[in-house]
């Protein structure tokens, strides 16, 4: 291929990628520009351009409310799952290898059973008794655990083959160190990335479930979904206020993670 040819092919290349970006950001774009709107009808563009909606949105008690119990928990999830996790794919990737191809059967199952039927059968389990959680943060905490599995394990699994567990493991026992404490100090600083890379695989499919919390608890604690639900009625500057706020959080937490772990790179 001449580099004429070369040139030109990656010019296209170029124009469809950012052809396709404009595409997926103009429905955002049309999003923000609704929320900063006065009004928005009969025209082309707006009339007047304002920033009460976000005012409004972010003096509301209730939303402030909904979003901390949101990232309550989300963390208290992602928390959990490492705590679960780690432990659990060290053990089996170094001293039982050969249970990973059950685990990675088992790690599908929350795939399998959709949202709605795992809720009805947890609303007759936990409803009521000893151990009714049916309203509570518990078992919202307890659902996400099972959502965010899936993406934990896959993540970190393939950085554990990536640094080949073992040989890593070896070499710091010949250098004098304990199983536990090679797996500390070489083997979890190794699993940085991986593990960097599910959290926020995870934050970012937890913080968008609607099915659980609706279901499971509705108002009784209501999350950031729950209450964009309730509030579909109300102004619809408003709830696209809502929508960029929701956006542009994820999007600073994703960039704020992104440089944090290019700084420790």
Known sequence: MSPAESRSGGLYHRVVVWLLFLILLLPLAGTLLYSLSTSWSATILPDGLTFKWYLALWSDARFLTAFGQSLLVCFGALALSVVLILPLLFVVHYHFPKLDALMNILILLPFAVPPVVSSVGLLQIYGSGPLAMVGTPWILIGCFFTIALP?????????????????LMDAAQLLGASTWKAAFLVVLPNLRKGLMVSLFLSFSFLFGEFVFANL??????????????????????????????????????TWAANRLNKDKA
Do not use: C, P
């Open 216 to 253: 499971l608890v509705g108002t009784r604690y209501e999350t950031l979904q729950v209450y964009l639900n309730n509030m579909r009625n109300s102004s619809g500057h408003f709830n696209s206020a809502l929508v960029i706020s929701y956006f542009f959080f994820v999007l600073l937490f």
């Open 151 to 167: 993406f934990m394990y896959r993540a970190i699994t393939n950085n554990l083959q990536a640094i080949n567990l073992r040989d």
